[in-house]
């Protein structure tokens, strides 16, 4: 039995463990992984509601996620619903109940058109009660050991050495910088030169292409970053945005999933495979020409969003570093102050912030994406007035910073017309969460793929080496505590899993991928916990000083934070 098993059944058996949970954790690893700068991460909240759900539905899905459902929980929970009262929560759960969620009975599903089936634990299945594989069930030591899935993974091993699967997750994002660095660090592109990144979703690969594309493209093409909601899959939005990023142009197309897909629109199909083969810069690819009209309306309205970003330097300043008393202000994303503040100054900052009015100021102000508007900072006339204000040099050369806006006024300065027919010699780079076989076959001739696909140990590995950057706020010796005993607790969960060993009396079912995100909502939780218990059982504050407070806290924390959070969280089926 592992050092870990050992420790949750000393725990179990009321034996002294003398140590303490965190303990087993590794120190956060130099990675500079910051999630702040993570667009899958920053989408958090949109991520976790992984479908539009009624009252009942939401109600419906927690359930099977808990053993004690409590509205104050739910509330708390990815499935919170605005307009729910804790009365009607009362009146759904005992509705739900009395249909038998939880108890082994059939059950409608709304959301997914078919009778589903709700084991004795409430975890949903679909349809069929037999028990749906897992995402991890092939890496069971006992599936390794025998049958037609271990036979043929030693066949093709003899045949064709070994695979992925030997690689640390280092090395697989390793060699995907590798891959985006050998296309887009060249002058001129070469023919091959788009890239799908698939695979695994909520673990930094668009954190990692992002961060290879600014420091290894070539200084002569422009980085144009666009998320799924920049761009849909139409031909009306895809051609013209193509069209203006058609010559010397990196683009990275972060969960444009729909495009990429065998059943997207073959208008678009048709589109991008043109303009992804390998003589797109000599070949005009074309489109409906029918539809140029409506083309060229689309062409100005993009090229009139680039203009109005070009009116002035872009400034902004990092929110949530604010709210850990740091002042981070950059000037078109180049950081030209970052100091520690006091706790006032921070809070005086943000209550600065209100809806930004353009008419109001000179300069603009950005924050990240999890803000969902523009704020405005301060009354400064200029943005020279501000920098003064502030200990910034308002004289820092910015000419070569402003590369890519002297590149867009190249485009904003030409006639205006659209051809029937345009060469295309930029570089498209993919960031997906799809499968390899649900992305068009021949879209993927015309590419380089790479597919992120990490075991659970990867992940564990992956997890180990950038935690630091994940799960920030609050306080920050009680964040780390927290970080590192739930880092402990995953890997209690994945070696229980493969060895069939129950804890705390549950059996351990592993049918969700394992993802950033769930660390998050885990951390989140086990500090909710932790103030809970130090509240009302041992009636003290928690001091993160007091080592051997928290080596017992966290003792009495894990079978709370397993049974009622990680156990049925993992076992829930996810929805499709």
């Given at each position: 039995m592992?050092?870990?098993?050992d420790?949750v059944?000393r725990i179990e058996?009321?034996e002294e463990?003398g140590?303490g949970l965190?303990?087993f954790?590794p120190?956060p690893g130099a990675?500079d ?5 993570d ?15 009624s009252?009942?539905?939401a109600i419906?899905?927690y359930?099977?996620s808990t ?5 104050k929980?739910?509330m708390?929970?990815q499935?919170?619903?605005p307009?729910?009262?804790?009365d009607?929560?009362?009146k759904?759960?005992a509705?739900?109940?009395?249909r038998?969620?939880?108890v082994g009975t059939g059950v409608r ?12 634990a409430?975890a949903?299945?679909r349809?069929?009660p ?13 599936v390794y050991e025998?049958?037609?899935y271990?036979k ?10 070994t695979?992925?699967?030997d690689l640390?997750?280092?090395?697989i994002?390793?060699e ?13 592109l070469p ?6 990144i698939?695979?695994?979703p909520?673990?930094g690969?668009?954190y ?11 200084s002569k093409?422009k980085f144009v970053?666009i998320m799924g ?6 031909i009306k939005?895809v051609v013209?945005?193509?069209f203006i990023?058609?010559q010397d ?7 444009c999933?729909k495009m990429?897909?065998?059943?997207a629109r073959?208008?678009v ?5 043109g303009?992804?083969a390998?003589?797109?810069d000599?070949r ?6 029918h539809?140029k009209d409506e083309?060229e ?7 009139g969003?680039i ?8 400034i902004?300043?990092?929110?949530p ?12 994303n180049e950081i030209?102050?970052?100091k520690h503040i006091s706790?006032?100054?921070a809070q005086e900052?943000?209550n600065?912030i209100r ?6 100021t000179?300069?603009e102000?950005i924050?990240?994406?999890?803000l969902r508007?523009f704020k405005?900072?301060?009354e ?6 501000f920098l ?10 910015k000419?070569?910073?402003?590369r890519?806006d002297e590149?867009?006024n190249?485009i904003i300065?030409?006639?205006?017309s659209?051809?029937?027919s345009?060469?295309?010699n930029s570089s498209?780079i993919f ?13 993927l001739?015309r590419?380089?793929?790479k ?9 564990l590995d992956?997890l180990?080496?950038i935690?630091?950057g994940?799960a ?6 009680i ?7 739930v880092?402990t607790?995953i ?6 899993w493969r ?8 059996p351990?079912?592993i ?8 660390f ?5 939780d086990?500090?909710?916990y932790a103030?809970?218990e130090?509240?009302n059982?041992?009636?003290k504050?928690?001091d993160?000083?007091?080592k ?5 806290l966290s003792?009495h ?6 049974k009622?959070?990680c156990?049925?969280w993992l076992k ?5």
């Amino acid at each position: 039995m592992s050092d870990l098993l050992d420790y949750v059944k000393r725990i179990e058996n009321n034996e002294e463990t003398g140590v303490g949970l965190d303990d087993f954790a590794p120190l956060p690893g130099a990675s500079d992984y910051d999630e702040n700068k993570d667009p899958e991460m920053q989408d958090l909240i949109e991520s976790l509601q992984e479908a539009r759900m009624s009252r009942p539905q939401a109600i419906e899905a927690y359930l099977s996620s808990t053993e004690e459902p409590t509205y104050k929980d739910f509330m708390k929970s990815q499935f919170a619903h605005p307009k729910m009262t804790a009365d009607q929560f009362a009146k759904d759960v005992a509705y739900l109940r009395k249909r038998g969620v939880g108890v082994g009975t059939g059950v409608r599903l709304k959301s997914t058109g078919g009778t589903g089936y709700a084991d004795e634990a409430g975890a949903i299945h679909r349809k069929d009660p037999k028990k749906r594989p897992g995402p991890y069930d092939e890496e069971k030591p006992e599936v390794y050991e025998g049958g037609e899935y271990a036979k043929k993974v030693a066949s093709l091993t003899q045949q064709f050495g070994t695979a992925s699967l030997d690689l640390t997750s280092k090395e697989i994002f390793d060699e995907i910088t590798s891959t985006v660095k050998s296309i887009i660090g060249k002058d001129p592109l070469p023919k091959r030169r788009h890239i799908i990144i698939y695979g695994d979703p909520g673990i930094g690969k668009t954190y990692e292409v992002t961060k290879a594309c600014k420091e290894h493209k070539h200084s002569k093409y422009k980085f144009v970053e666009i998320m799924g909601s920049g761009l849909n899959d139409t031909i009306k939005a895809v051609v013209p945005f193509m069209f203006i990023n058609s010559q010397d142009c990196v683009i990275l197309l972060d969960d444009c999933d729909k495009m990429l897909k065998q059943e997207a629109r073959e208008e678009v199909l048709l589109f991008l495979k043109g303009i992804m083969a390998e003589d797109a810069d000599e070949r005009p690819t074309s489109y409906p020409v029918h539809r140029k009209d409506e083309m060229e309306r689309e062409v100005e309205k993009r090229r009139g969003a680039i203009a109005s970003k070009q009116e002035g330097c872009t400034i902004s300043i990092d929110l949530p570093a604010l709210k850990e008393n740091k002042f981070i202000l950059k000037i078109d994303n180049e950081i030209i102050i970052d100091k520690h503040i006091s706790l006032r100054e921070a809070q005086e900052w943000q209550n600065k912030i209100r809806p930004l009015k353009r008419e109001e100021t000179k300069y603009e102000n950005i924050y990240s994406r999890s803000l969902r508007d523009f704020k405005r900072l301060d009354e400064g006339n200029t943005v020279k007035d501000f920098l003064n204000d502030y200990g910034a040099d308002p004289n820092k050369d910015k000419k070569d910073s402003r590369r890519d806006d002297e590149d867009d006024n190249d485009i904003i300065e030409s006639d205006g017309s659209m051809p029937e027919s345009f060469t295309f010699n930029s570089s498209i780079i993919f960031v997906s969460n799809l499968e390899m076989e649900h992305i068009n076959s021949a879209l993927l001739t015309r590419v380089s793929a790479k597919g992120v696909k990490l075991s659970m140990l990867q992940f564990l590995d992956r997890l180990g080496a950038i935690y630091g950057g994940l799960a920030k706020g609050g306080n920050p010796e009680i964040r780390e505590w927290s970080k590192k005993c739930v880092f402990t607790l995953i890997g209690i969960l994945i070696e229980a899993w493969r060895a069939n060993v129950p804890i705390f009396g549950s059996p351990v079912e592993i049918n969700r991928k394992l993802t950033f995100r769930m660390f998050n909502e885990f951390v989140d939780d086990w500090e909710r916990y932790a103030d809970d218990e130090c509240r009302n059982t041992f009636k003290k504050d928690l001091d993160p000083r007091n080592k051997d407070f928290l080596d017992k806290l966290s003792e009495h924390l894990i079978p709370i934070m397993l049974k009622r959070k990680c156990i049925p969280w993992l076992k829930t089926v996810e929805r499709i």
